[in-house]
């Protein structure tokens, strides 16, 4: 079952930035460490961010200086900003918990992200 749910995509001119927010379902427990990945068309999903609890990040060198990824423990809230947008970037971004405690969470619905001029 999906514990979080994405939402703050849409579309976005070439240089552009978006925040996008994962949010919890109601009952949804909290965990050491999530993760953003996105999905382009015809790819494989990819990991393009990491958070855990105490604030240390994981972000692929690739993608460093445009993602940001935060957290709000208090409210049990994730945010990915992306700034410089790249039609690249275009993809459905996923938020999930990862890690030995993330067994068994499903993934969510996404929320799609295009680049676009």
């Known amino acids: 079952q999906a514990q979080f749910v994405e939402s703050g995509g849409g579309l976005v001119q070439p240089g552009g930035s978006l925040t996008l927010s994962c949010t919890p379902v109601p009952g949804a427990r909290s965990f050491d460490h999530m993760g953003w990945y996105r999905q382009a068309p015809g790819k494989q999903r990819e990991f393009v961010a990491g958070?855990?609890?105490?604030?240390?990040?994981t972000i692929p060198e690739s993608l460093k200086g445009r993602f940001t990824v935060s957290r709000d423990d208090n409210k049990n809230t994730v945010t990915l900003k992306i700034n410089n947008l790249q039609p690249e970037d275009a993809a459905v971004y996923y938020c999930?918990?990862?890690?030995?405690?993330?067994?068994?969470?499903?993934w969510g619905q996404g929320t799609q992200v295009i680049v676009s001029s």
């Open positions: 958070i855990a609890r105490g604030g240390g990040t």
């Open positions: 999930k918990p990862f890690g030995s405690t993330a067994t068994g969470v499903s």
